[in-house]
């Protein structure tokens, strides 16, 4: 997987993304937005926001930081906002997941959702998360874990050299999810189709989070538009 290859893969679902994953990956989204303890006045971000959505589903006083790196995806999450009102979606940025531009400890929880098998770096992806979640905050993610039945298995390999074309990798093992450093993780779930896909809860444990390098002032830089 490969920046180019993503954008390309999204380019092509984004027109009719949310009448097929909609429904697919909508009890797991409700899961994790449930699983935030309160989410009440929180600052939340969701990387890989996609078509935004989980977006209606957060409380009404909670501040909803989405990125995304397909503008594609991204423009239809920012007419859901404007269509549906959505006064607590505080921005919309198109940044990569791997390289944030937030301040160390920006926000009360960090969430992907079905994002970690479609980065290149999943590695990358967990540490960026953790750097920008607060002492005490929650990191979530929901993803598609290679399955343990064989036959499934066997499909997931087959269609693993179609990584690119597809957008994910279908055969990504739980193991390849790193443990993000000072974060004690609380569960693992299934959350939607049998346990196909799986939610992981992590908590940060309040030491200082595993930052590769500081992001300087604090402020985010959005290498694009945004939309508050
Ligand atoms: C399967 S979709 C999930 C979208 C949304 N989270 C949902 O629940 O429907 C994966 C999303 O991750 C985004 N994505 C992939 N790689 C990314 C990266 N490096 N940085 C930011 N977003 C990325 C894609 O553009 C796409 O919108």
Redesign the pocket.
């Known amino acids: 997987m490969d920046?180019a290859s993503?954008k390309s893969a999204?380019r092509r679902y984004a027109r009719y993304y949310d009448r097929v994953?909609g429904p697919i990956?909508a009890p797991g989204?409700n899961m994790a937005i449930e699983q935030l303890d309160s989410q009440n006045g929180k600052r939340i971000l969701e990387?890989?926001?996609?078509t935004g959505?989980?977006l209606p589903h957060y409380e009404d006083d909670t501040r909803i930081v989405g990125?995304?790196?397909?503008s594609d995806?991204l423009n239809i999450a920012r007419q859901r906002v404007q269509d549906e009102n959505l006064g607590h979606v505080e921005a919309l940025l198109e940044?990569?997941?791997?390289n944030l531009s937030f301040e160390d400890n920006s926000f009360d929880a960090v969430i992907a959702?079905?994002?970690a098998s479609?980065?290149p770096n999943p590695d990358r992806l967990m540490a960026e998360m953790a750097r920008v979640c607060k002492p005490g905050g929650d990191l979530m993610v929901i993803n598609h874990f290679a399955s343990h039945n064989p036959l499934l298995r066997g499909m997931e390999r087959g269609l693993t050299p179609l990584s690119r074309f597809v957008g994910?990798r279908p055969s990504m093992d739980l193991s390849e999810l790193p443990q993000p450093q000072g974060f004690e993780q609380l569960g693992i779930y299934r959350a939607n189709m049998m346990g196909y896909w799986k939610l992981v809860h992590y908590r940060h444990t309040g030491s200082a989070p595993s930052a590769p390098e500081s992001k300087g002032n604090g402020a985010a830089h959005p290498s694009s538009s945004a939309h508050s």
């Open positions: 920046i993503i999204y994953f990956f989204r990387v890989g926001v996609g959505l989980s990125i995304d790196i397909s995806m940044m990569d997941a791997e959702m079905y994002v479609v980065v994910f």
